[in-house]
């Protein structure tokens, strides 16, 4: 598919001065970033609470919007949902008791700078600390305002050999600020080493670039990333709006090339708080083949109130979708509890009664049936075991305690007992407390 400009009209009349060539250069585009409030004032008419909260939050957080970030921006409606991602108002530089500057507890979970390790198997990697365009709902500003620095070489191999040293460490998401923002080479350094770890056997990375910078994803980067397979590339579209001609191309590209795509998106009061609007957006997320992964309940972090939404608005969402659409459309609603908690998901309650022989449950229509219980109960799986690529089988007890997950060999101190959902799998596992690495 050929990338066209045709779906950009305002672009040229933005940037006047611009070629076509630089305007799909995503090196020019990441050099003129728009950084200043009056850059921001010759490109677009503010509201006043738009210009007083770009001068409030100027100590705060960083202003910073690609040039085709800004092309998508309604000039007449300052509710456009990529105006409100992209330019700050006076809210966000109040901040409310409660709130968190490290809203998801990630800082406690650090044993070296560039890694964060609250899960049993899986870390994040803090490969840098810049983005193609600054999101006024980012939760982890605390690293990407600039405040801590960036992450150096030695950082960054120091978070490679905690990663090499931690046998039970089999997903890695390489996260930041945005890892697409490294050169092709530099990226493929990186996946290089984390690749030649026997134990890594899955590679996420997090990235808002096919959003906000699309003319990043070329073939040779697509290609690169699929000789590190399995890698999958998490996204963030958060508004139909957002899935131009040009996301599509970046989206289409990696999945061409053999690199799955989620989406995860984040509910933001009056930016995409409408059944409409997230209906529009997971529906959009598929056609480009980008699956809905989730859907994030606001965090509580600093200077962001005015875009949180009631937790049973989102549940209301759901029970919108569930069953009124296809269940590929379908997210799962996660909130990411403060102070580290981890992730959980949420869902409309189905059961409206539960008996020895049967549950009474209720569907998308609100109509009630039963479904019995079978006599059998017992559960247990004869020829349970894991099967490795390698050829490798491990038999596992038969102790439905063996979902408990083993506690890292040197977890340094506190261990906070949670439950995770994380996945899929989370509500089977409900009743199954996780041991969770909480010191370091
Ligand atoms: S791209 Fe991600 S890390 Fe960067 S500002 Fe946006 S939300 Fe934050």
């Known amino acids: 598919m050929s990338r066209t400009s045709t779906d950009l009209p305002a672009w040229k009349r933005l940037y006047p001065d611009a070629s076509d060539e630089q305007w799909n250069d995503w090196r020019w585009q990441a050099r003129n970033l728009v950084r200043s409030l009056p850059e921001l004032?010759?490109?677009?008419?503010?509201?006043?609470?738009?210009?007083?909260?770009?001068?409030?939050?100027?100590?705060?957080?960083?202003?910073?919007?690609?040039?085709?970030?800004?092309?998508?921006?309604?000039?007449?409606?300052?509710?456009?949902?990529?105006r409100q991602q992209a330019i700050p108002v006076q809210a966000e530089a109040r901040v409310r008791p409660g709130e968190l500057r490290d809203p998801l507890g990630e800082d406690h979970n650090r044993p070296v700078r560039?890694?964060?390790?609250?899960?049993?198997?899986r870390v994040l990697l803090l490969a840098l600390d810049r983005c193609s365009t600054y999101c006024r709902h980012c939760t982890r500003r605390r690293i990407t305002s600039g405040g801590e620095g960036d992450f150096n070489r030695d950082e960054l191999q120091r978070a490679v050999d905690y990663v090499a040293l931690h046998s039970e460490v089999r997903d890695v998401l390489?996260?930041?600020?945005?890892?697409?923002?490294?050169?092709?080479?530099?990226?493929?350094?990186?996946?290089a080493m984390l690749r030649a770890i026997p134990h890594v056997e899955i590679i996420r990375i997090g990235t808002r670039v096919p959003v906000t910078l699309p003319m990043r994803v070329d073939d040779e980067l697509a290609r690169m990333l699929r000789s590190f397979a399995p890698l999958f590339v998490i996204t963030h579209f958060n508004h139909a709006k957002e899935i131009?001609?040009?996301?599509?191309?970046?989206?289409?590209?990696?999945?061409?090339?053999?690199?799955?795509?989620?989406?995860?998106?984040?509910?933001?009061?009056?930016?995409?708080?409408?059944?409409?609007?997230?209906?529009?957006?997971?529906?959009?997320?598929?056609t480009m083949r980008a699956r809905p992964y989730y859907l994030h309940q606001m965090d509580v972090a600093q200077g962001l109130e005015h875009l949180r939404t009631p937790l049973e608005f989102g549940v209301e969402l759901l029970r919108g979708l569930r069953g009124h659409t296809s269940g590929l459309a379908v997210p799962h609603l996660a909130i990411d509890l403060p102070d580290g908690g981890g992730k959980v998901t949420i869902q409309p309650d189905y059961v409206v009664e539960k008996r020895d022989t049967e549950t009474i449950l209720r569907n998308y229509r609100g109509e009630h049936y039963s479904y019995p219980e079978p006599e059998e109960k017992e559960c247990a799986v004869a020829y349970d075991a894991i099967w490795y690529p390698d050829g490798r089988v491990e038999h596992r007890p038969a102790n439905p305690?063996?979902?408990?997950?083993p506690i890292p060999s040197d977890a340094a101190s506190a261990i906070a007992t949670r439950e995770s959902a994380d996945d899929a799998?989370?509500?089977?596992?409900?009743?199954?407390?996780?041991?969770?690495?909480?010191?370091g």
Do not use: W
């Not at 919007?65 to 921006?73: E, G, K, Q, V």
């Not at 560039?114 to 198997?121: A, L, T």
């Not at 001609?245 to 799955?260: I, M, S, Y």
């Open 41 to 82: 004032e010759e490109k677009l008419k503010l509201t006043e609470d738009e210009r007083r909260g770009c001068v409030d939050t100027a100590g705060i957080f960083r202003l910073g919007i690609s040039p085709y970030y800004l092309s998508l921006i309604d000039p007449e409606h300052p509710s456009c949902p990529v």
């Open 114 to 121: 560039g890694i964060v390790h609250k899960y049993p198997d």
């Open 174 to 191: 390489i996260s930041g600020g945005d890892p697409f923002l490294f050169t092709t080479a530099k990226l493929a350094e990186l996946l």
């Open 244 to 286: 131009t001609q040009d996301a599509r191309v970046a989206v289409e590209t990696l999945v061409d090339r053999g690199v799955p795509v989620e989406n995860q998106a984040v509910l933001m009061r009056g930016v995409n708080s409408s059944l409409i609007a997230i209906k529009d957006l997971m529906h959009q997320c598929l």
């Open 401 to 405: 305690s063996a979902l408990d997950v």
């Open 425 to 439: 799998t989370a509500s089977a596992h409900s009743l199954t407390r996780l041991n969770v690495l909480a010191g």
